[in-house]
């Protein structure tokens, strides 16, 4: 392979780990195929169909890849969840719904190397016995689309699509499909019911658990862009030697999206656990902006929980317990989840303080609300009854009685819905409420309170900061 230059303004920091973004910005790259095979695209195709379909799998399994779209599940345990002696079709579905506020990541994948994920994604329905695989791209990336569908007319081209692939005996085909623009296609299930043609409401599990009932209620598995990439790359060095990067339980590499007020958000691929929430902030990002200090980070994507500059957290266990300020936080899937919050998608926003906590809120919950499919009652009202609440809260319109009301419409959300949406509406509310709850009330007027409030009216910029 060439030396790899990029950019001017675009160079990787010191501190990355680049795997799946290796190409991204890179001097001198298309998303041609030609320019992919010069650089040693589908020789990992290769070398999986002279493999036995299992030992694929087994591969990601030694690997212990999860997740990058959010939950963090472990991938080639999620492959091995199809029924035994099954007989109906298998589908693979790649979600490429990304639409995570503050997440960014996948959309790069697709405008400029879509040849990595077509390969991965090869190679995964290969291990997984699909023949009919679908790559679910929001209607917000038009560019990405079409991108992606020339990649895959040059791969049936070149005989890595199509029928008997490499003279393998393997088939498959790759369609691409173009969501509504929905939030909710983002969960496997509301993705699949948009994928058949109805509307995007998330299924019950169980039964309908997608690698048991999933796409026409045939067995399918659900991975989104990053993911699909990574299985390449561990075909290309063996799962044992891919999971010696990362950390135990946090293998490999991902990618954060870094945005709000730092001097250089961005991108950054970087090995799971090896650098900290300060380190990413500090030294990848160049610190907070001139004259200002940190007050929160949300640290996965707005559904993740805030986490409040001043705490301190306790991760490990027993002997191994310590307590750690937010700078030291190590960015990998267990030591935020011990913190409280989750890696989510990847998405960290940074907060200083120069922020309104309620217009933070607001703004997230009129997203919510907005998203929200309206199949469940306490997500559908609930997620507008918190826009209503915070629309009175940043207009100067709220009393005191209101934050605790607040936190008791969330709480009446969360687990009472069929789908995650419910706690991802939900979570962002209660964790502002816990951590920032005098600034909340702080923005309310105490004069209000038993007064009767119409929650439509707007008084113009009134109590905003």
Request: aromatic fraction near 8%; hydrophobic fraction near 35%.
């Amino acid at each position: 392979m060439s030396e790899i230059t990029y950019k001017s303004g675009y160079e990787p920091h010191a501190r990355e780990h680049r795997v799946i973004f290796r190409n991204v910005d890179r001097v001198g790259w298309d998303t041609s195929i030609d320019t992919a095979l010069a650089d040693g695209a589908y020789e990992q195709l290769r070398k999986a169909l002279t493999m036995e379909p299992a030992a694929v799998t087994d591969e990601v399994k030694k690997a212990g890849l999860r997740g990058r779209g959010g939950a963090g599940f472990p991938a080639g345990v999620k492959w091995g969840f199809i029924p035994k002696g099954n007989t109906k079709p298998v589908y693979l579905i790649c979600n490429a719904d990304e639409s995570e506020p503050g997440t960014f990541k996948d959309r790069y994948i697709l405008h400029q190397d879509p040849h990595q994920l077509l390969e991965g994604m090869i190679i995964s329905c290969f291990a997984t016995g699909v023949h009919l695989a679908y790559i679910y791209i929001r209607e917000e990336f038009p560019m990405a689309a079409k991108i992606v569908e020339k990649a895959i007319a040059e791969a049936h081209e070149k005989g890595f699509l199509g029928k008997n692939i490499l003279d393998s005996g393997f088939d498959l085909e790759i369609y691409v499909h173009r969501g509504a623009g929905a939030y909710i296609c983002g969960e496997e299930t509301g993705l699949i019911e948009s994928l058949e043609g109805k509307r995007a409401y998330p299924r019950i599990k169980p039964p309908y658990f997608p690698a048991a009932m999933g796409l026409y209620l045939c067995p399918t598995i659900v991975n989104n862009v990053e993911t699909l990439c990574h299985v390449k790359h561990i075909l290309e060095i063996g799962g044992e030697e891919w999971a010696k990067t990362g950390t135990k339980n946090n293998t490999g590499t991902r990618i954060l999206c870094v945005s709000g007020d730092v001097q250089k958000p961005g991108y950054f691929e970087i090995e799971v656990g090896k650098l900290t929430l300060g380190e990413v902030i500090n030294d990848m990002c160049g610190g907070m902006k001139p004259g200002r200090t940190l007050k929160a980070v949300i640290p996965g994507g707005s559904s993740s929980k805030v986490l409040r500059a001043d705490e301190t957290f306790t991760i490990g266990r027993g002997d191994d317990a310590k307590q750690i300020s937010i700078w030291d936080i190590p960015m990998d899937f267990d030591s935020l989840a011990a913190c409280g919050s989750m890696a989510g998608s990847g998405g960290v926003i940074v907060i200083d303080d120069s922020r309104s906590i309620s217009w933070i809120l607001n703004n997230i919950n009129n997203f919510y609300a907005h998203e929200s499919c309206g199949q469940c009652t306490p997500c559908r009202e609930g997620s507008l009854w918190m826009k209503k609440i915070t629309d009175r809260l940043v207009t100067g319109q709220a009393s005191p009685s209101d934050i605790p009301r607040l936190d008791k419409v969330a709480r009446s959300i969360e687990g009472r819905t069929i789908c995650a949406f419910g706690e991802a509406c939900s979570w962002p509310t209660e964790a502002f409420i816990e951590k920032f709850r005098d600034e909340l009330v702080g923005d309310t007027r105490p004069e209000l309170e038993g007064a009767v409030v119409n929650p439509e009216t707007r008084i113009a910029n009134a109590g905003l900061k």
